[in-house]
Nanobody, 115 residues
């Protein structure tokens, strides 16, 4: 059974940084493309960034140049480094499969950016 545990969220001022982590279990991590998604209040969940099993990355335009997705296959962990945070980045962030979220959703981690 797949389990997704996200961590690293918090409250930060605009312009600040956070690094999110996700350590999935129940999958062959090194063969899995992974993505970070977010859901802001009153909005649909959206794909923020994705990374393939060989490290190719993709970003939604609103975060390109500010966010960096990476993976450590030895630690079976996917990261999202978020720099230059803006209030509009406030959301619950989730990891899942990429480009399609085929795994069950974890609890997510809350990111709140104050202006």
């Amino acid at each position: 059974q797949v389990q997704l545990v996200e961590s690293g969220g918090g409250l930060v001022q605009a312009g600040g940084s956070l690094r999110l982590s996700c350590a999935p279990s129940g999958i062959i991590f090194k063969l899995s493309a992974m993505g970070w998604y977010r859901q802001a209040p009153g909005k649909q969940r959206e794909l923020v960034a994705g990374i393939t099993s060989v490290g190719t990355t993709n970003y939604t335009p609103s975060v390109k140049g500010r966010f960096t997705i990476s993976r450590d296959n030895a630690k079976k962990t996917v990261y999202l480094q978020m720099n230059g945070l803006k209030p509009e980045d406030t959301a619950v962030y989730y990891c899942n499969g990429y480009p399609t979220a085929t795994m069950g959703w974890g609890q997510g981690t809350q990111v709140t950016v104050s202006s």
